[in-house]
């Protein structure tokens, strides 16, 4: 039987920490994924995790480590097999009423892919993104101008032509 | 036009609503299940550390462990010229049934000791091993994305487990230490990590160095050269030109440089008579470019292939040493520099700039703490100078 107060943080921060991992990797299966590996260390270590005061961040470094440690890995794994860089290929292809945003979201350079969903998705205040992007706030805030830019300009792209 | 910040939240809503979320018990009996796996090591090593007495009385039965070199894989590691450990593994197909055995000489391989380790048939592929000190061992395999590590400080006769994340503070790289990345996972080829430190021999854990390379990790040497400095390879993020840093003073400064050859290469660096010498191969394997340092590694000169701007292999085979497999070079103890494979043997008497073909094929070279370690089929040598080997064969 899973302690309660494990169960309540998994209940509450799981889905925003698989926003956090797709923010780092573009796709939605390998964060899951990771995500889920998160827990289990936090699980494996929960004495410890249960004195902290911050679980979810300390999760979220967890994630971000998971997940860089596998961008690394499938990088190297496709300068071996000499595979061409693309856009990431989605799990779950994007669906629902905000399709659109969510394709243009995906279509945005790595950098500023990554603030949108940190801050827009996952909804983690602007330290927190510089904190997990390992980049200064002013980083952050001109990435986010210069995203909300972009994606103004393709929806208004969009509805020009539909 | 619709009001971008409604979208995001919608978008948000969205997707928080598609994520499905898995029982909790599953996750928790993945750890839990990881924890029996530790607890089962523990109880292995109890019982390790009960039966060695038993187990010195019986030589016997010790001696009866001998691998079958045609059905086994070896990895061979030294701490110093004496001492050493060797990993077989015997799989029943492929990666999978495989069953481990580690020795340890304390006599240059002369006469091997099998250690009983704490793993059980079947239980997972343990693929690394690092000798740290004559008593000092780690070996390691993949679990997920993580690599648990087991490690020994007394000759292999008790084991510890080491599963971490994230780097346990930072200090100077031990010189007993294991050149590593945070993340723990397979040192020597492409640790794929962010953070440089080492893995410490007295606990297993991964320390940050204190001050860290400006490049982005790629490679790590794992064991120092033999005066000391350690070597990291990788990128700069901006350029995406290869860049090479090394640190004679564990860690505490790096110099690092910019190398005039394509990224993602496979590096090896080796130092002889206070002479760096770098080598950069492509993913077929081949040898592209050969660097040399006369600073300790602040400052290098390319000296093969000497004219091409890009070291592309077909530019390369011109020359000779192209057409070799890439091989941990040597840097001889008479001033010359060895590339050598499991077929042919390159030798360059003009520090580095030409190659010429020497009979023998030597076998595939690589560098430990103990010096150089050549192997061919299941059969080794180590030598301190790159010309003068002593032979020994596992177990």
New interface residues.
Partial sequence: M?ETW??EL??VS???L??TAYAMTGD?GVA?E?T??A???A??RRVRVLRLDNQEAWLR??VV??A???H??S??AD??L?RQSTEPSPT?PPM???VD??VA?RRLDEDLRAV?VLY??A?LPVDEVSAVLDVPSGTVKSRLARA?NA??AR??AE?DHA | MPDLDAELRGLRDELTAAIPLPDVERVAGRARSRRRLQVGVLAVVIAVVVGVPIARALPVWLAAARPDPAKTSYVVDFADAKHGYALTRTCQRGTEGCTFTLYRTGDGGETWQPRRLPLAPGDGFWDTMYVLGPDDVTIGKPVGVETTRIFSTDGGLSWGVAYDLAPAGTAPLAPGGLLSGACGEQPYGFGGCDVVGSIRPDTGQFVAAPTQPQLVPHQVGPAPTVTGKWWVAGTNPLSERSFLAVSADGGGTWSTSELATPAGRHWAVVEGDGVLYATAANDAGRVTSVWRSTDGGRSWTRTWPDTAPDDSPQESSSSGAGEFLASRPIAAGDGSLILADTKRTLVSDDEGRTFRREGGAPGWVTWTRGGYLRTQGGTFALSGDGLHWRQFTVG
């Fill in positions: 899973t494990f169960s998994y209940r799981y889905r925003r698989v926003l939605l899951e990771i889920q590996e827990f289990t260390v699980y494996g470094t967890v480590n998971l860089r440690r596998r690394r890995r990088a190297m300068r071996l000499r779950v629902g009423e905000h945003l969510h979201i949108v827009y998705l909804d909300r994606l103004a929806l208004s509805v």
